[in-house]
């Protein structure tokens, strides 16, 4: 059933950017029934399981923006955020215990935007290139690379000052 | 290292494979000789597996059924309910017409299996005198020859010829308590 082949997924796109399960399953649902809804209007210039993520990405975002619990930074000004980032140096941060690391990773992941978490979860835990992330968030490829540098960037930058603390 | 801060924009995309060769191959070569980005490049790894690491598979049991609930409680269109009804209407027309033609056919077949057994029935039955036209070859042949009906019908059992007239054929099948005359064509 269609339900089951992507649910998963849709799942994971949307709990890449509220992070927080019950959330991200309601939205899931929330998207299913949208497509249902919506299946007259998918034309077929991207795959139907892109249409479906895309669907799950834009409510969660809104979900998100709609919530109010995180400042959100577009466009520009998160990009602008990169330049204010230290450059990455070479001291890793291998040491610190796995537990801390964990929970401040955590804790780092909520300070972001949905965006730069969306991007840089739908990368590393659901696998996707950044085409098809492009095609799922309705951004430029560049604009993946970007908010995934930031989004590193950052990320290593907390962990690096847990290790120092 | 000058070019370092140049490299780093790019390493994130190293790690991921989406760099275009050429710039793979920049990357690479920076990489072999500066220890920091090597460093950073292994801190993305890590955190790559970090985060898989903490990101807990959602239990998705009765996921599919919620979502089937949601969409059976949407309100429908007045055209979609129409379309739904005819819909399910010519469903039903469709099975019967099914069962009618495999009723059909079943009568068919059955047909085809039991005329054989149908006409020997009937022959069992039959009245007791027959009257048979047949073509022999020339008026004199219908006494010297054997009726051709006889020799298709295994009951027949032809005592005797009982005929003085040669254009026509007379002759019992005692088995059967039946007479049979054989008249040639009249012209």
Known sequence: ?165 | MAECAEISMMLGAFEDSELEPNEMQEVAYHLARCDSCTGVLADYSTLGRDLRSITAEPSLAGFSSAVIARVDRLPMPIFTRIARALRRQLDSVGAGLAWGSAAVAMAVVTIILMTPYAEKFANHSAPPTLLAKAEPNSPSDATTSEPTMADNDSHADISRLESENRSVAVWSEPRRDTTVIWLPDQP
Not at chain 1, 34 to 58: G, M, P, Q, V
Not at chain 1, 125 to 153: F, K, N, W
């Open chain 1, 1 to 165: 059933m269609l339900v089951e082949r992507y649910q998963r997924r849709v799942v994971g796109v949307a709990l890449a950017v509220v992070h927080n399960q019950d959330d991200a399953i309601e939205l899931a649902q929330e998207t299913f029934v949208r497509a249902y809804e919506n299946l007259s209007k998918f034309e077929s210039r991207s795959s139907f399981s892109t249409w479906l993520y895309r669907i799950a990405a834009n409510l969660a975002i809104d979900f998100w923006r709609r919530e109010g619990r995180h400042v959100v930074l577009h466009g520009e000004d998160a990009e602008n955020e990169i330049s204010k980032l230290p450059t990455a140096t070479g001291d890793s941060f291998k040491e610190v215990s796995r537990s801390e690391l964990s929970a401040r990773l955590k804790q780092a992941l909520e300070e972001l935007t949905p965006e730069h978490r969306a991007v840089i979860l739908l990368r590393e835990v659901e696998g996707m290139s950044y085409d098809e992330i492009s095609e799922v968030l309705q951004c430029p490829r560049g604009t993946v690379m970007s908010r995934l540098h930031y989004a590193r960037t950052h990320l290593r930058t907390i962990l690096k000052d847990v290790a120092g603390s």
